[in-house]
């Protein structure tokens, strides 16, 4: 009762990518991106808010949007899905710079989950070297739902030699680096690489 009268908002937790915002409502977001606009990037005429961004819990930023996952959840309220359920977010998300672009918003989901996959693997392996024929297992619980069956040493490689993800985005790039992405892996003798042992418990 303590935290209800102090207004807790009990629900405003991370929702998985795509998946529906578990009672976050758009005038929320609206109003965090709005903050987002005049305290973090005033300038640039495109909006960009890094997929691990939270709102603080702060002032200026509302009192209803302190702990959003704003940047997890922007690929759901830029997806066609979300805008189409909601027709007079577009024209507000473009007032602030930041354009709803289906093929963007698909792009940032991709991303989201290749990111996702990376914490989990470097929490589990140490590193982010992941050899090349490394798919996330199907089964078991050890591995979030959503990034289960991902051939993410693939997408890994795919990073690395062709910019996939971080080519026109060098937000992303600056937050895989703070991941510790290996952009030039290391290589044995015979020029191959092998992976990494499980982490020591």
Same mark, same amino acid.
């Given at each position: 009762?303590?935290l ?5 908002l =009990?629900?405003?937790? #991370?929702?998985s990518p795509?998946k529906?915002?578990d009672?976050?409502e758009?005038?929320? $977001?609206?109003d965090?991106?709005?903050?987002y606009?005049t305290?973090?990037?005033p300038t640039?005429?495109?909006l960009?808010?890094?997929t691990?961004?939270?709102? *603080?819990?702060?002032?200026? =930023?509302?009192d209803?949007?302190r702990? +959003?996952?704003?940047?997890?959840i ?11 359920k909601?027709?007079?977010a577009e024209a507000?998300?473009? #007032?602030l710079g930041f354009t ?6 698909a792009?940032d +989901?991709?991303?989201r989950r290749?990111y996702?996959?990376l914490?989990k693997?470097k929490?589990?392996y140490?590193?982010?070297i $992941? *050899? ?8 078991g619980e050890e =591995? *979030?739902?959503?990034?289960r069956g ?6 890994v490689?795919?990073?690395? #030699?062709?910019?996939?993800f971080?080519?026109?985005n060098p937000?992303?790039?600056?937050q895989l680096d703070?991941?510790g992405f290996?952009w030039?892996? *290391?290589?044995?003798a015979d ?5 990494r042992k499980?982490k020591e418990q």
């Open positions: 009762k303590v209800d009268d102090m207004g807790f =009990w629900r405003l937790r #991370s929702p795509g529906k915002l009672g976050i758009f005038s929320q $977001v609206y965090a991106l709005k903050m606009r305290e973090v990037q640039g005429s495109v960009e808010v890094p691990n961004f939270v709102v *603080p819990d702060c002032e200026p =930023w509302p209803s949007t702990g +959003l996952p704003l940047g997890k922007m690929p759901t309220v830029r997806s066609k899905v979300y805008l189409k909601h027709p007079e507000k998300l473009n #007032s709803p672009d289906v093929k963007t918003a792009n +989901l991709r991303y290749v996702d996959a914490v693997y929490e589990l140490g590193d982010l $992941v *050899p090349q024929p490394f798919t996330v297992p199907e089964e =591995w *979030p739902e959503e990034v991902l051939r993410l040493g693939a997408r490689n795919a990073i690395r #030699s062709q910019g996939t971080v080519k026109s937000m992303r790039k600056e703070k991941l290996v030039e892996p *290391p290589v044995n020029g191959k690489r092998r992976g499980r």
